[in-house]
């Protein structure tokens, strides 16, 4: 499958990504200073890894290597999902609106990837 995108900046599943990161950023900030190594630097580190996956699987080049990449963000997507219901359940903050894009962001991740598959298997 040739990748009609010439960027991965082009495909909405990584601006939604990205955009998410941004926001887990800034949430995060208000995270105990006792969490900045623990909860804080998880968190961080699981959003960012959906996009960074993506990134990384969009210029593979074939199908297989792609999904490979793509499901390690959705594996991540759904690591950071657990943080971000964690720190609502520690009182650190009100993730809600945070699992609501994260979900929306991995919605359009599998979408990718059947779309992937239906045009490659």
Partial sequence: MTDKSQSFRDVLVWQKAHAFTLQVYRASES?????QYGLTSQVRRAAASISANFVEGFRRRTAADKLRFYNIAQASADECLYHLILAHDLGYADTTVLQTNLE???RLLQGYNNGLE???F
């Fill in 104 to 106: 929306e962001v991995s």
């Fill in 118 to 120: 239906r045009n490659c």
């Fill in 31 to 35: 995270f105990p200073k006792s969490e």
